[in-house]
């Protein structure tokens, strides 16, 4: 086609160009052929059909789908959180550790004690096994603090119980005053308090051997006329888990719902060390 159209052009004027450009431009073979080649070149490139964006040079492959997107971010997101809930149990089981190390270090409840309770039967420590015990060591003949103490433990225990899926908390009382609080004394007293608490007592040698098993300080103070007296001791709310160890403790500065909440954090985390 290209040697016809040079051939043309040796006759005449290039039929390519219109008039007001031919009688401005050269009809030179060479000229001629110039432009021949810029008009293929450009017809060729105006009626060729646009790459496809999937074909044009540098483009990637099909976009990925908003579902996949969201599916890949939820596996991430999961694992993430597995891996944090690991580590966070992880820790929680070191610590618990620590803790079971630190109690045996500090021997409190260590060893066995011989009580009688307040409907006359005899206690000893295994008894207690097998139930988480929250105790107390006090007197009946205590004005105020005794009374106040007991209270709060008794409503614990009872804001455990609005809680179903959790053992029952076995509320109990040691008297360091056993020249006062025989048998009948603890029945009287603690029926004022919750139900199920259970009132210890015993001979003098028997209330110094577990108040010394439990580091528990008492002291007779003088005595009045009316051969009345009071008893200094250790004002402390201990808690034994159903090992039969001490697991934790709890004084005045801690009210009924915090005991609560504390007792509820060492039943879910308690597995047993002696089964």
Known sequence: ??????????????????????????TTPK???????WFITAREISTSQPLQKSQQPGSSKAPISLRTRLLVSCIIGG????IWQYLRWEKQEKKKLERIEQLRTLAVGQGDFSLTDHKGQPCCKKDLRGKWVLMYF???????????????LSSAV????KDTTLPPVLPVFVSVDPERDNVAALAKY?????????????TEEQIKAVAQAYRVYYS????????DY???????????????????????????????ESVKRHMKTYKSILS
């Open 138 to 152: 006090g007197f009946t003949h205590c004005p105020d603090i005794c009374p106040d103490e007991l209270q709060k």
């Open 158 to 161: 009872s804001l455990l119980d």
């Open 1 to 26: 086609m290209l040697r016809h159209i040079q051939r043309t052009c040796k006759l005449s004027p290039c039929p390519f160009l219109n008039q007001g450009v031919r009688n401005r431009v050269s």
């Open 220 to 227: 007779v103070g003088p005595r009045d006329e009316d051969n």
């Open 31 to 37: 000229n001629c052929t110039n432009r021949i080649k």
């Open 190 to 202: 603690v029926s004022e308090f919750h139900p199920r608490l259970k009132g210890l007592t015993g």
């Open 79 to 82: 694992a993430a959180v597995g």
């Open 230 to 260: 009071i008893v200094d001791h250790t004002i402390l709310i201990y808690l034994l888990n159903p090992d039969g160890l001490f697991t934790d403790y709890y004084n005045r500065g801690k009210d009924d719902q915090e005991i609560a």
